[in-house]
């Protein structure tokens, strides 16, 4: 029986509870350790069932778990008691179950937010990866779901706490733009076990997180906390309907059980006090997909708060209580400590001294590499949009939506997801969704290029052109090509379209004819193309567009033969091998067919460069070594073996392309390329199926071997942005005891990985994310497919079997090492948002030549190239009718100030008010206020917001600034 002054105790506490946010905070005891219960359900949008299943419960034989029950009985069991607490994270979910409420449970819903019993924590549309995410895919689905939160919830409904409580891994990146959007806090579930308890002895399990050396503090700090038990509840405590635990029986039957209950909870916050600095501890009370039946968790929390606080009469020190992070992290601050410093990264994690979960940095690079895809077209979708106004929506080839690829992505940024470590059938739905979202957008962006255009001749989108496959290039006799730029400046970009004519005009948007040329198609596309394309040959012309706009091109096949002739393979006997274009030759060795030497001739320095294919046999896990490689886990249990020590080749040189074929295996292939202009070398790679006949699954990587001497330094990015320095077999806060030499250096490359010395780099950039590393000095790796016969035993329950056949590309480029971030950081934008092509049959749309259009065959949205070192990240529609959200940011991490004038940026619309932004575009900028800390160094200042003068808009290097503008658009339809 509960006493009258617990019951007493416990009402203060609701009463205390008036309005929300810290406002909310229950009543703490300065003189008692402070137990924080939090209750929270951790629910993956999409792991072992798809987004479907998880919400609707379908499938419960294989995981059980009802989203829609969970939030249901939250709800309803919140509303019986004002003392309780709950937390939610996943958007996704929580915005399809709002829609199918009534306006009285969502009333009652919103009642609870703003009194703080229910609290929004993280507030993305799902709890993202951080590893294999690249920054411009997360701020999208942050943004999303913060402006769902506060468009339907208002100033309570923003989140003041990250919880990153389980990705496998965390990025600096990502710590910095936790700051940005304006989050006091950051809370981690999952860190290196090795890290985690040396912290624990340290008492550093708390700590400041500098995001950026750029930056300066406090702009991207941000404190944050490692929670005890990953998300979970202390052992023997968990009391939801999927646990196993016995409920708190405090009867006075044979069944009582509630002495030992709670003098198990004394003793596991006894334990974890040790760990922390304060007398304010937090435990998770939840899990996976737990609170399907509330009531079961809320009654025994409700019990043991009841009955631990009633120990203190006896003597007890502890005090137990309904809270939230945000609750928790307040009185951390009001502790007024100096709290530790951290400026590198948690990645990569590992939960054990042979576990270090490094291999789902590539796992399934097909999925990967669509995410990457389709993050570049949703960028072209949003801007065109954005140019054309509400018009594009609907026109004359059917109605579109971004919406639908927005959401799409947004899902895709899940730990579960773009990770690769779902099942495949769940990996298949998130490429349906995405394909779906594809299609919604590009009705879209035909209807733009339509208005635009003055047209209302269909488009066409050919989304085989990596396999070279394209009906209407392959049996139309003339068709036009539309070149689509997202970049703020100029772009020029190699077209190659299949065809089955022999000799083509190409003629530029001024009517002038252009260089093209038809070569053969390679062996190996003609085995991607199967029974989807006979096309004999691919045309090739080098296509350019103006900034963030088009150009349009049009192709007619001739009747006559090219005087010149076809171009002809040269085989490796026939002379050199080497390819050169102006700016690069590129020797290979004439016996292996291997790349053998890299020179810039700009620069006029050389190096020799040895790249081949590797494979590493994957443990399969056996009773005297368990752990197996897997989705996870990256585990070799041999040193890398070469796919061939003798590479069959095949030569081609045309005036528009020199480029040489290598036939590694029947299963490994790559198109080593140089085109005019051209100032780095692109490495077309062709992987699959991986052969596994043998039994043994296998890891393949690509290698490139130096002399350059890199005393065990590579260098990686942080989801795109930053670069961080690595060490081989080295943590910068912590001592590594090393197990795994070749896991335990791996690290994600999202956008490029590099090695220098005090005079060379050798760059190599992806278009995906994967892993890598430099195991041995001088050479570089990346791990480009996988295909693995066992599990890893983290959950997932299936082998990462993929027998997919996956084409992808890498760019090489050599430079003296002073001189190397211009070229990798432009270089890297392109491949993560690069030109789209669009087709129409016969002469194509004939773009009006009114205001504000300059010319009748080429558009661009901006009046004038942006600075070589700023990108216009985002132009997308708002929330509100006639406005856009508007991102700008400085690439460099070094380097001096830039500034631009808005108001004259743009060329499609006219901007007549516009107001700075927090990063996420959900709340004002002026009204972002977060709580700061000390450390060593002192407290910072708080930042100071400059008055916003849009004539004259200052970026700092590493600063991203976002806006909310009102716009006009003149006579296209738009407000």
């Not at 008692?32 to 792991?47: A, F």
């Not at 901007?911 to 206020?929: C, F, K, N, Q, Y």
Request: hydrophobic letters at 35%.
């Amino acid at each position: 029986m509960v006493s009258a002054p617990l019951v007493l105790l416990l009402l203060g506490a609701a009463v205390a509870a008036a309005g929300c946010g810290y406002q909310s905070c229950p009543p703490t005891r300065p003189d008692l350790l402070n137990v924080h219960l939090v209750p929270h359900s951790h629910d993956d949008v999409g792991w072992l069932k798809t987004v479907d299943q998880y919400y609707y419960g379908v499938r419960n034989e294989e995981q059980h778990a009802g989203v829609q029950y969970i939030l249901d009985s939250v709800v309803a069991e919140l509303g019986s008691d004002p003392a309780r607490r709950f937390v939610y994270a996943e958007v996704a979910f929580l915005s399809r179950w709002w829609g199918q409420q009534d306006k009285a449970t969502q009333s009652r819903v919103r009642d609870l937010v703003q009194h703080g019993q229910l609290e929004f924590v993280g507030g993305g549309w799902c709890m993202s990866d951080e590893a294999t995410t690249h920054y411009g895919g997360t701020l999208e689905q942050m943004g999303l779901g913060r402006r769902f939160l506060r468009r339907h919830f208002g100033d309570c409904g923003t989140p003041r706490v990250g919880w990153q409580i389980d990705p496998f891994g965390h990025s600096r990146e990502m710590a910095a733009e936790f700051a940005q959007m304006g989050y006091d806090g950051l809370f981690l579930g999952r860190v290196d076990y090795q890290d985690k308890m040396a912290r624990g002895h340290r008492q550093e399990l708390e700590l400041l997180w500098r995001g950026s050396s750029s930056l300066d503090p406090p702009t991207a700090d941000i404190f944050t906390g490692i929670l005890p038990n990953m998300y979970n509840p202390p052992a023997g405590l968990c009391w939801d309907q999927l646990c196993s635990d016995p409920p708190v029986v405090d009867g006075d039957g044979p069944e009582r059980n509630v002495d030992e209950v709670v003098s198990s909870f004394l003793q596991a916050a006894t334990t974890q006090a040790r760990q922390y600095r304060t007398n304010h501890i937090i435990m998770t009370m939840g899990s996976d997909f737990h609170y399907e039946n509330a009531h079961l968790w809320f009654k025994n929390l409700d019990k043991l708060i009841a009955h631990v606080n009633a120990r203190q009469s006896n003597g007890s020190h502890v005090h137990a209580l309904y809270s939230t992070p945000s609750c928790y992290l307040q009185e951390l601050h009001r502790a007024n400590l100096t709290w530790p410093l951290k400026t590198d990264d948690f990645l990569p994690y590992s939960d054990g001294p042979h576990q270090f979960w490094a291999g789902f940095f590539s796992s399934r690079p097909a999925l990967k590499g669509y995410e990457r895809l389709s993050l570049g077209f949703l960028q072209i979708c949003s801007q065109l949009e954005a140019l054309v106004g509400p018009a594009a929506r609907e026109g004359p080839q059917g109605c579109g939506d971004s919406s639908v690829l927005r959401e799409a992505m947004a899902v895709a940024q899940h730990h579960d997801a773009v990770t690769g470590t779902e099942r495949q059938h769940v990996a298949n739905d998130y490429a349906r969704q995405l394909s779906g979202g594809w299609a919604s957008c590009q009705v879209l962006v035909a209807n733009a290029l339509s208005l635009l255009g003055h047209s209302k001749d269909p488009l066409v989108f050919c989304d085989a052109l990596n396999v070279s496959v394209c009906p209407l290039t392959e049996t139309s006799t003339h068709f036009t090509v539309i070149l689509y730029n997202p970049l703020a400046r100029r772009m020029s970009w190699p077209v190659r379209l299949p065809v089955n004519g022999t000799c083509y005009e190409v003629t530029d948007p001024q009517g002038h004819p252009l260089p093209s040329q038809v070569v053969p198609m390679s062996g190996v596309t003609r085995q991607l193309q199967g029974r989807a394309g006979g096309a004999q040959g691919e045309l090739l012309f080098q296509a350019f567009a103006p900034p963030l706009g088009f150009s349009t091109f049009r192709v007619q096949q001739l009747s006559q033969e090219d005087p010149q002739g076809p171009p002809k393979w040269v085989s490796e006997e026939s002379g050199p091998l080497e390819i050169q274009n102006e700016h690069l030759r590129v020797l290979f060795d004439p016996l292996t067919g291997h790349l053998r030497e890299i020179q810039n001739l700009d620069k006029g320095v050389s190096l020799p460069v040895f790249q081949n294919f590797f494979w590493y046999a994957a443990s399969a896990g056996d009773a005297a070594s368990p752990q197996a490689s897997g989705a996870y886990i990256f585990r070799p249990s041999s040193g890398p073996i070469p796919v061939a020590k003798h590479v069959s080749t095949a030569l081609l040189k045309t005036p528009l392309v020199q480029e040489l074929h290598q036939n590694f295996s029947s299963w490994c292939s790559q198109v080593v390329r140089l085109r005019p202009g051209q100032p780095f070398l692109e490495l077309e790679w062709t992987l699959g199926p991986i052969p596994v006949g043998d039994g043994v699954g296998k890891e393949v990587i690509t290698r490139f071997e130096t002399p350059l001497a890199t005393a065990g330094r590579f260098f990686t990015d942080s989801n795109g942005r930053q670069i961080l320095e690595r060490r081989r077999d080295y943590r910068p806060t912590w001592n590594l005891s090393q197990t795994e030499p070749v896991a335990g250096n791996y690290y994600p490359v999202n956008t490029r990985i590099f090695i220098q010395d005090e005079k060379l780099q050798l760059s190599v950039l992806t278009d995906r994310s994967q892993g890598g590393s430099s195991i041995q000095d001088g050479a570089l790796e990346l791990m480009v497919h996988r295909r693995l016969l066992h599990d890893d035993e983290r959950g997932v329950g299936e082998a990462l079997d993929e027998p997919l056949v996956v084409r992808g590309r890498h760019l090489v480029l050599l430079d003296p090492s002073g001189a190397a971030p211009d070229g990798h950081r432009a270089r890297a934008q392109e491949l993560v948002t690069p030109p789209h092509l669009v087709l129409a049959q016969g002469e194509g749309p004939h773009l009006r030549q009114a205001h504000p259009f300059p010319s009748t065959t080429q558009f661009s949205g901006l009046r004038r190239a942006l600075p070589p070192h700023l990108h216009l990240l985002t132009v997308a529609p708002g929330d509100d009718a006639g406005t856009l959200l508007l991102r700008l940011e400085h690439l460099s991490e070094q380097g001096g100030t830039e500034t631009l004038d808005i108001t004259t940026l743009f060329s499609a619309f006219t901007i007549t008010a516009l107001r700075e932004m927090a990063l996420a575009g959900d709340v004002p900028l002026e009204s972002v206020s977060r709580l700061l800390w000390t450390t060593a160094t002192g407290i910072p200042k708080p930042p100071r917001v400059p008055r916003l003068d849009p004539r004259r808009v200052t970026l700092e290097p590493m600063q991203i600034r976002t806006f909310e503008v009102t716009v006009r658009y003149p006579g296209l339809g738009g407000p």
